[in-house]
């Protein structure tokens, strides 16, 4: 089954084609990152905007690049939410028009769903079910347990900011630029963790909940005090940054792998191409004797070959999309009911 997948909640406008929810095909991903990179963050409205503009054209090229006629299409799957609403509206009518044109099949996915798919689409080996993922991306931080493609159980979450967004946030101060995340992790290589020393909020606490904002205040207080440091040390704080990040990320997996009582971990999302976090998690898997899965660096940010991928599990179960089913800003994943 050849399913055309659709993303476009937040600054990305993807398309990809899915072969039976495991070949990809083709998989397009147009960045918006340049239009936001004057606002330091992604503007809704201009979102919306272009990916009205870009759509068609990375529809097109997914269906080209993938060797098909549009005709060979069998389903449409698109990202129903979480995300921006006024964005995600362009990929789902998108969606529903394409697939009402061809007279086949719809359904919408749940972006976090999707991620989870990147791990099981990733070349080299797959974890087998069940297993605990850790999702860190802009907008999200949270630990799963998976028992099926779509059979999820939400075991923790962050509280206030995601993992990338502390990420974002943290490099704006820095001066950095935007998207910070990439940029602290490169800088973060070249300096010295500890001589400047921040929080590891709720590492050691009872719960797999996570909260990155006070990291994120320790590093505005140092920066109120003494200045954007230059040079070493700030090459030193970004180590330190990154370190106390991934001190958390990966001691709460490491929890939530012993307390599910699974052998296999995976990472998905956007910070999932965070080289420090990849080092750190695969080295504490070994010790912890886990077994550890590493997403595709294509397959860590937004794209669309997941949410085709999630998609064809849903049509797989007999799920359908309606004309009238809407968009949803918040997700349901992984929770009762
Ligand atoms: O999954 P994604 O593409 O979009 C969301 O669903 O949010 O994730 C984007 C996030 C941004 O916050 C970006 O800064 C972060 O992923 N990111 C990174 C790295 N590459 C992207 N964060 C840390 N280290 C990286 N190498
Ligand atoms: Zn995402």
Redesign the pocket.
């Known amino acids: 089954m050849h399913v055309l997948g659709i993303e476009s909640?937040?600054?990305?406008t993807a398309a990809a084609v899915v072969s039976d929810g495991q070949t990809i095909l083709s998989s397009v991903v147009a960045s918006q990152v340049k239009i936001h990179h004057p606002y330091g963050g992604v503007v809704p409205e201009l979102a919306a905007r272009h990916h009205i503009e870009a759509i068609d054209a990375v529809v097109a090229q997914a269906i080209a690049e993938a060797d098909l006629q549009p005709g060979r299409i069998d389903a449409v799957a698109a990202t129903q939410g979480p995300?921006l609403v006024g964005a995600l509206l362009v990929g789902f009518s998108y969606a529903k028009s394409y697939a009402y044109g061809l007279q086949k099949p719809w359904v919408g996915v749940d972006?976090l769903i999707g991620?989870l798919q990147s791990i099981l689409l990733s070349k080299g080996p797959s974890p087998h079910f069940p297993f605990v993922a850790l999702l860190?991306?802009?907008?999200?931080t949270a630990i799963y347990q998976v028992r099926g493609h779509l059979d999820v159980t939400l075991l923790g979450q962050t509280r206030d900011d995601?993992?990338?967004?502390a990420?974002?946030k943290v490099?704006k101060l820095l001066g950095l630029g935007y998207?910070?995340?990439?940029l602290?992790?490169?800088l973060a290589g070249q300096g010295e963790p500890g001589k400047v020393q921040l929080p590891r909020p709720m590492r050691d606490d009872e719960t797999l909940d996570f909260s990155f904002s006070g990291l994120k205040s320790a590093v505005v207080r140092l920066v109120q005090e003494g200045g954007i440091p230059q040079g070493d040390a700030l090459a030193g704080l970004t180590a330190e940054f990154?370190a106390a990040a991934c001190d958390v990320l990966v001691a709460k997996l490491m929890a939530a792998a012993a307390l599910v009582g699974v052998s296999e971990i995976a990472l998905v999302?956007?910070?999932?191409?965070?080289?420090?976090?990849r080092e750190h998690l695969t080295n504490e898997a070994a010790e912890h004797g886990l077994t550890v899965y590493l997403p595709d660096l294509s397959l860590?940010?937004?794209n669309a070959a997941m949410i085709a991928a999630a998609g064809y599990h849903h049509l797989v179960a007999g799920h359908r999309g309606a004309l009238k089913d809407d968009v949803y800003s918040r997700s349901r994943a992984g929770l009762p009911g």
């Open positions: 909640s937040c600054d990305e995300g972006h991620h860190v991306s802009g907008g999200h995601a993992a990338g967004e990420y974002d490099a998207p910070g995340g990439a602290i992790d490169k990154q999302g956007g910070v999932a191409a965070n080289r420090g976090l860590c940010g937004d």
